[in-house]
């Protein structure tokens, strides 16, 4: 998306929300900043606290911010026994939909006693504040169960998506030092069985840090189980008592509640580290302030729980708000392309909570899909995960929206915990803009710099930047502080850099543009092209990879590969067929590259870089351009040679 093309001055005005001109939601901004520890200690009386902090905000160690010092809680308590002490003790926490169609339901009490069982397991198996848990789970109720129970007992929580390898289930695993493993016999994929236990099977050959392996009955097919060490979830239960009750343990604000693993520009995926009070005051605050749920909602959001986008707003967030969530283990299309329509119209869903990729993928399904269906129980709709182009906003706005909703477009990451530059429902909706993400949120000093860390004026692109702590901030990576330091707020001090791509307009509205580092982000699946890379070197036929993205009409971007062979190896279709499935094995079928393309030569600098502008070029199909500034580095007759060299191939 290139931001001279993006309509700046189109505003949308939903007939369903009021729309005002933002004082209100600038005001709030205003206070945040000025007085951040008098703002938030007004917001955490929204939280129980078992003791209140001595500071809400330790800067003295910046920027590892200490929110809510000395405070103790325990997040399980807020997401399950406070309701239960109240009249929601009986309102749906969950409806899960599975991928065949069966339905189950949790109210909270119910949720609560599942949780306090799971978290007895848990402590019988002497597993303690501070141990790690890893979790390997499809979407089903076993799965939030175990993230809750593990955060009672105080452990911290390690979720790896289902959808990732064993290679990559070991290698995350390995670095968080778990000491038990939660998954199940299989998952459902569009009618199949998925065999994740043999994935996680494979992975425990070398993780020597799990002892114990509980395994969730999901599709009952038949799988190994390792005696001593693999426990069927429904026997430990069986066993633990049906009427249990495990005290919550008493959480400093600042233990750590969980690690999830993202991908950043190095080979390594970063362990993102996330507290236990800041995290949940951020949790519930910018839900309610950007959706702004009723006792009445059935809020969905579609993430898998294996991505932050569950983790906080599949769990945290609506269990600790109070609210009623849909969880669909599911695809949209099986099995067929109304499935979500159906599910909406059934369960009266309210609120959905989505991405660009999947509206774009209903765009080009049709709307004779949803025209079979009643929508009208929607009230708001949301995105995230990837920029939003205006065409699709507008798709949403009209086609889903009627044009009574408001598009809720949210900005955030997997380190900031929860949404960062949104339209706020619940403070002052402002008006919208088609595919601006609008303003901050209260605590987010958002700024877009040029390379010299300067601000750039409006309309002008740069590098979005958050001068100011958050609560819902990460702690830092896992085990790695100094990495920590480096990736955020290594650029310019006092500054976390996130990565991406921004423009502010001329009346201060954010439009998100994408990453500006080696980071892909594929159907809103966030991807390290280095990642990528080492994965293909790590076959014995591949000698060098580069990997880009290429702009793709539903998923935003995919990832292309340009390799080169080791001698011995000649180019070939079956080749390529073993090297794509050498990727699902080590990474996970996310991974999957849009074409592989192998090549005599890569274009390098002199000092032996390889020339991702160059390649960036073949791929859009774009002309080279002017190669003066790189004159002294490579010889600019032997690019123009390897530049024509690739084109042809490509369009070969
Ligand atoms: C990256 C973070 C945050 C939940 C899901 C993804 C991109 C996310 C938007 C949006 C434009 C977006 C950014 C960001 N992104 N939301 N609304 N508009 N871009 O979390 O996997 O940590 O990815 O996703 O590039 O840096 P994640």
């Known amino acids: 998306m290139s931001e001279t093309s993006l309509p700046f001055n189109e505003k949308y005005y939903p007939s369903n929300e009021k729309i005002s001109s933002g004082e209100k939601r600038k005001q709030e901004w205003e206070k945040s900043l000025s007085n951040p520890e008098e703002f938030w200690a007004e917001k955490a009386k929204a939280i129980d606290w078992f003791k209140k902090w001595d500071k809400v905000l330790d800067d003295s160690d910046a920027p590892f911010y200490k929110w809510f010092q000395g405070a103790e809680l325990n997040i399980s308590y807020n997401a399950l026994d406070r309701h239960v002490k109240t009249q929601r003790k009986n309102k749906l926490a969950y409806i899960w939909e599975g991928e065949m169609g069966e339905v189950r339901t949790y109210t909270y009490y119910q949720l609560y006693r599942e949780v306090n069982k799971l978290a007895k397991v848990f402590k019988d198996l002497g597993l303690k504040k501070g141990d790690r848990i890893a979790v390997y789970l499809p979407v089903i109720p076993e799965l939030p169960i175990t993230l809750l129970a593990s955060a009672r007992i105080g452990a911290i929580h390690a979720v790896v998506f289902s959808g990732f390898s064993a290679d990559a289930l070991a290698d995350r695993i390995n670095d968080s030092g778990a000491k038990l493993l939660v998954t199940a016999d299989g998952s459902y994929r569009r009618g199949k069985t998925v ?338 890379e080492s994965a293909l070197v790590s076959h014995p036929a591949v000698s060098e990879a580069a990997v880009m993205g290429k702009e793709d009409a539903v998923k935003g971007e995919v990832p292309v590969a340009f390799v080169t062979l080791r001698s011995g190896f000649q180019p070939s279709d079956e080749l390529r067929a073993e090297l794509i499935k050498h990727i699902r094995n080590t990474i996970g079928p996310i991974a999957t590259p849009d074409a592989i393309i192998m090549v005599n030569k890569l274009p390098k600098t002199r000092s032996g870089k390889i020339m991702r502008r160059v390649l960036k070029a073949v791929i859009v199909g774009a002309p080279l351009g002017d190669l003066s500034t790189i004159e002294d580095e490579a010889s600019v007759e032997d690019i123009k040679a390897t530049y024509e060299d690739l084109r042809k191939q490509l369009t070969k």
């Open 195 to 532: 065999a994740i236990k043999d994935n996680a099977d494979r992975a425990l050959e070398s993780t020597p840090t799990v002892e114990k392996v509980i395994v969730v009955k999901r599709t009952g097919q038949p799988i190994q189980m390792k005696e001593g060490r693999d426990i069927w979830y429904h026997d430990a239960l069986a066993a633990a008592g049906a009427n249990v009750y495990v005290e919550p343990e008493r959480m400093q604000a600042t233990d750590p509640l969980f690690i999830l693993y993202t991908s950043g520009t190095t080979g390594k995926p970063k362990g993102v580290q996330h507290g236990t009070g800041g995290y949940l005051v951020w949790a519930y605050w910018t839900l309610k302030w950007a959706f702004n749920p009723t006792e009445e909602d059935i809020y969905w959001c579609t993430a898998d729980i294996g991505w932050i986008t569950g983790h906080t707003y599949n769990v945290y967030s609506p269990l600790s708000v109070g609210v009623t969530s849909l969880l669909f283990e599911g695809t949209p299309d099986y099995p067929a392309q109304d499935r979500w329509w159906d599910i909406i119209e059934r369960h009266g869903v309210t609120i959905l909570y989505s991405t660009p990729t999947a509206v774009r993928m209903f765009m080009k399904f049709g709307e004779e899909w949803l025209n079979k269906h009643d929508l009208n129980s929607l009230r708001i709709l949301g995105t995230v995960g990837e920029p939003i182009n205006p065409e699709a906003w507008k798709w949403y706005y009209r086609v889903i929206g009627k044009e009574r909703l408001a598009i809720i477009d949210t900005w955030w990451q997997t380190e900031t915990g929860g949404f960062m530059i949104a339209p706020l429902s619940g403070i002052e909706l402002t008006p919208l803009k088609p595919g601006s993400a609008t303003f901050p949120l209260p605590s987010v000093k958002a700024e877009v710099y040029d390379e010299k860390g300067q601000p750039t004026p409006a309309g002008t692109k740069g590098f979005l930047v958050i001068k100011s702590p958050w609560p819902g901030m990460l702690q830092t990576l896992w085990k790695d502080p100094e990495r920590f330091k480096q990736t955020y707020f290594g650029r310019w001090q006092n500054t976390y850099y996130t990565g991406d791509y921004a423009v502010k307009d001329p009346e201060g509205y954010f439009w998100l543009l994408g990453r500006a580092d080696e980071v892909l982000k594929v159907a809103g699946h966030r991807i390290g092209t280095v990642e990528l």
